[in-house]
Nanobody, 124 residues
Framework: QVQLVESGGGLVQAGGSLRLSCAAS????????MGWFRQAPGLEREFVAG????????AYVDSVKGRFTISRDNAKNTVYLQMNSLKPEDTAVYYC?????????????????WGQGTQVTVSS
């Protein structure tokens, strides 16, 4: 069992930055692939970024490439999402998720555990 708690969301002006954190319980965090997803009102949950269990592999949705960076610190049981050059269209609730095994997935249905989400609002 893994429990995930996100933090770091908030209100920021366009062009600003935020860093989201996702703290995981349990001693097996380093064996999970991790993903960040987001969901805006009226839209489906969308894959944003993923990272392998070792941190050696990452992936991003095209709309955030070059602006967002996913990373993890297995010693601290934490995964991060550094978000720079934020745009109003990045406004959403952001969720972290853990997938058993070494890999991340772009499909939300393949993740085993989810956090409660943190709101990110970007004003124009």
């Amino acid at each position: 069992q893994v429990q995930l708690v996100e933090s770091g969301g908030g209100l920021v002006q366009a062009g600003g930055s935020l860093r989201l954190s996702c703290a995981a319980s349990g001693r097996t965090f380093s064996s999970y692939g991790m993903g960040w997803f987001r969901q805006a009102p009226g839209l489906e949950r969308e894959f944003v970024a993923g990272i392998t269990s070792s941190g050696g592999g990452t992936a991003y949705v095209d709309s955030v490439k070059g602006r967002f960076t996913i990373s993890r610190d297995n010693a601290k049981n934490t995964v991060y999402l550094q978000m720079n050059s934020l745009k109003p269209e990045d406004t959403a609730v952001y969720y972290c998720a853990a997938a058993s095994g070494s890999y991340y997935y772009t499909s939300s249905g393949l993740y085993d555990y989810w956090g409660q989400g943190t709101q990110v609002t970007v004003s124009s």
